[in-house]
């Protein structure tokens, strides 16, 4: 499956009033408290602990595509620190430590998510998976977003700002 998705950063302002629009008119699917590690190598391959279990999953193409094809394996909560070693003695070194709250709906047949990630700030991201015309797909989630009230983050700025963490990550998740 290929995943579609449109994002952008929002205002702590703009997140109270989504979470709030979402509460009253979206089913609410989740919360989650997540911690992501991105591996080094020419793949995007991440680990991933939260609430109710632990994944491994590498994601096709670059960050911040508008679709990539996702691969995911579950485990236990508790084999997340197994997978990191795991990961480690494979030669992978950990380029990126990741902590997030996710809020996860449906809304008029589309996943919507709503994150704050520290360090890094307040997103909302829409998502269809699809075998066939991601493109259509894409467009209709950008549309989806634009009746939330929500400006498209260009991927350049998406990729600017995760470049940045990349390089702070450590100094901006202290505390």
């Known amino acids: 499956m290929i995943e579609v998705e449109v994002r952008s950063f929002l205002s702590e302002e703009q997140y109270k009033q989504l979470l709030d629009f979402m ?10 408290s997540q ?7 020419p793949a ?24 990539r ?10 084999d997340f620190e197994k997978l990191e070693k795991l990961m480690k003695e494979l030669g992978y070194e950990v380029e990126i430590k990741w902590f ?7 809304w008029d047949g589309t996943k919507v998510t709503l994150d704050f ?7 909302i991201e829409l998502e269809k998976l699809t075998d066939k015309d991601a493109e259509r797909i894409h467009a209709e989630l950008e549309d989806k977003l634009k009746s ?5 983050t260009p991927k350049e700025v998406f990729d600017e700002k995760f470049s940045f963490y990349k390089q702070n990550w450590k100094k901006l998740t202290e505390n």
């Open 44 to 67: 995007d391959l991440r680990i991933q602990k939260g609430n109710d279990y632990a994944k491994l999953w590498l994601k096709k193409g670059k960050i911040h595509d508008k679709s």
């Open 69 to 78: 094809e996702e691969f995911e394996v579950k485990f236990s909560r508790d």
């Open 117 to 123: 990630t520290k360090g890094y700030g307040f997103i």
């Open 148 to 152: 939330l009230g929500v400006k498209l």
């Open 23 to 32: 509460k009253n008119n979206a089913k609410h699917l989740s919360d989650d």
């Open 100 to 106: 997030r709250e996710r809020k996860r709906f449906l």
């Open 35 to 41: 911690t992501t590690y991105y591996f080094s190598g």
